[in-house]
């Protein structure tokens, strides 16, 4: 029976157990208005992607009820959500990366004439859609060779094209450049001009802030309330899903710096295609300071932190670690050497998925005391590391045997962290070490890299989040087309603004400059 509703939504009273025993949704009441942009919070394991997977069909409900738009539906897969017209883009996405966009945007629902793909329909339909809504895409260019902005329009257009109205993001902007956030959020905005009900997940509340018209806290499995956005302020929101005060604040003691630990001299990286993105790259990052690296991405700074942890080979110049040379070395080597390494993209190069928690901690050093000694493996110093670092990361997890594939997204990043910033370097590469993870883990993350520049390691601290460059880093180099164009003191005068000309190539500092300072 069809009831007059305020919602085009309606969960209700949903629980979720899955069969392992994690309760991850216990009576969570979620309800979503038709044309709104509704944020979903909450810290890393609250349950957020586990009631969007029910509401899509990818997961049942272990108890509860869906309507939509007023009617009680029972959701059994993506294909009976699509008929109800909602639509969702997961944070790994699920595209063909060889077939082109247009092919992606219409796979599974083809045009078809005579039962063969009809190319050009696609293209056109595909061409006709990114028009309608703001979401620019290259019909005709296939999704591994576009950027990871365009390969999640390109999800968003997908679901369009299958008739979405609702219209699910799991953390659209973790793997965004801040340009890119700011054209999603123009688009998101255009769709709901044009009827469409957005939901959207996300880790930052300043985004939160700036896009949603309402906003549902979970915490704990449960679902704490949903507020108007524009009555609540990031503070309160932080509280209401952390249950405590949160300080982004950095307190920092005066620098110590020591002898330079990483030398780059002339370093230059040449992609496959023939693209130069390290045009002689030269600086020391010295023991004791955290040296950020600011730029739009895109600029280098993603090919410089994989020239030196040995993923990627440079054409020319040289990497030394403490005076040794590890120019081109092999990963295990650099590790051998004293770099510890927190990837950008930690879900591909961090983890296993299919090993515990406990082995993924220690993959790095397992052969050595105190986990093997006289060449027997010790599974009590194993797991008692692993309770230590589950407890000191607040990885949210059954125990150290738990699969990392049972984890949240933000919690299989929390077990690379709790890793490397465990691994005692000399060199600690951080690359977006925030990006997924939630507030209560950034506020850690920040005084554990705050504490190994205490202890003398050299910090390389990459991130597209220029506030987070200026709180936690001792000195700001700035990188343009593949180069160095300023390196900063990070004084309290120095201004966003300032770091921004450098960015964005309006002003460049003199190459006796750049050496005296780098
Ligand atoms: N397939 C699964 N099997 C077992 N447990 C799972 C599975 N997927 C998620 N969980 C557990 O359910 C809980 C909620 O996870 P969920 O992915 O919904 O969290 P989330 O709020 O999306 O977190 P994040 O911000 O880290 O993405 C977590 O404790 C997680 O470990
Ligand atoms: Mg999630």
New binding site residues.
């Given amino acids: 029976m069809t009831q007059a509703t305020p919602f085009i939504v309606e969960m209700r009273d949903i629980s ?1 157990v ?3 025993g ?4 216990e009576h969570v009441n979620f309800a979503v208005r038709p044309r709104e942009i509704h944020a979903l919070v ?12 029910i509401l899509y069909g990818m ?1 049942r409900p272990s108890s509860g009820q869906i309507f939509v738009r007023g009617k009680p539906v029972s959701i059994h897969s993506p294909h009976e959500a699509i008929a109800l017209g909602i639509g969702m883009v997961h ?1 790994n996405f699920m595209l063909v990366p060889s077939f082109t966009i247009a092919e992606n945007v219409v796979l599974g629902a083809e045009p078809a004439r005579r039962r063969l793909l009809d190319y050009r329909a696609a293209v056109e339909i595909t061409r006709q859609l990114s028009a309608q809504y703001g979401l620019e895409v290259d019909p005709e260019a296939p999704v591994e060779a576009v950027p990871v902005g365009m390969r999640q329009r390109v999800e968003i257009l997908k679901a369009l094209y299958r008739g979405a109205d609702v219209l699910i993001l ?2 659209p902007t973790a793997v965004l450049t801040p340009q890119e956030t700011h054209e999603l959020f123009a688009a998101i905005r255009q769709l709901v001009q044009s009827g469409k009900t957005v939901i959207f ?1 996300s ?1 930052k509340l300043r985004e939160v802030k700036a896009i949603s018209d309402r906003v549902s806290v ?1 915490r704990n ?1 449960r679902l704490v309330d949903t507020v108007n956005t524009a009555e609540v302020s990031e503070e309160q929101l932080a509280r209401m899903m952390v249950g405590r005060e949160v300080f982004l604040r950095v307190d920092k003691a005066p620098m110590r710096r020591g002898e330079p630990v990483l030398q780059v001299r002339d370093l230059e990286y040449v992609t496959e295609a023939g693209v130069e993105m390290l045009k002689g790259v030269s600086f020391n990052v010295y023991a004791g300071e955290i040296l950020g690296v600011a730029g739009v991405e895109g600029n280098g700074q993603t090919e410089l932190v994989e020239v030196i942890a040995g993923l990627r080979s440079a054409a020319a110049g040289q990497v030394r670690l403490c005076g040794v040379d590890i120019t081109n070395a092999p990963p295990r080597r650099v590790r051998q050497a004293g770099v510890a390494h927190i990837p950008e993209d930690r879900l591909t190069n961090g983890v296993a998925l299919s090993m515990s928690i406990a082995e993924n901690l220690i993959v790095d050093r397992y052969e050595r005391p105190p986990f093997t000694r006289g060449g027997l493996m010790q599974p009590a110093a194993v797991a008692e590391h692993a309770e230590r670092l589950i407890d000191q990361f607040a990885i ?3 125990d150290g045997d ?1 699969p990392v ?9 929390k077990v690379v962290l709790a890793r490397e910033l465990s691994s005692s370097p000399k060199l600690l590469i951080a690359a977006q070490p925030t990006r ?3 507030i209560g883990a950034s506020e850690f993350i920040y005084e554990q890299l705050v504490r190994a520049r205490d202890n003398g390691v050299a910090v390389l601290l990459v991130s597209a989040d220029l506030s987070e460059v200026m709180s936690l880093a001792d000195r700001i180099m700035v990188m343009k087309d593949g180069r160095i164009t300023a390196v900063l003191d990070n004084t309290p005068d120095l201004t966003e603004e300032a770091i921004g000309y450098y960015m964005l190539g309006v002003k460049r500092m003199s190459a006796e400059e750049i050496a005296a300072r780098a």
Avoid: F
């Fill in positions: 979720k899955y069969p392992n994690v309760r991850a949704n909450g810290e890393n394991g609250a349950g957020k992607s586990t009631l969007m997977k997961e944070q799991d953390e997940i880790h979970m499995a949210r997890a059954p738990a594939a049972s984890l949240s997204g933000g919690n299989m990043q997924g993870v939630d």
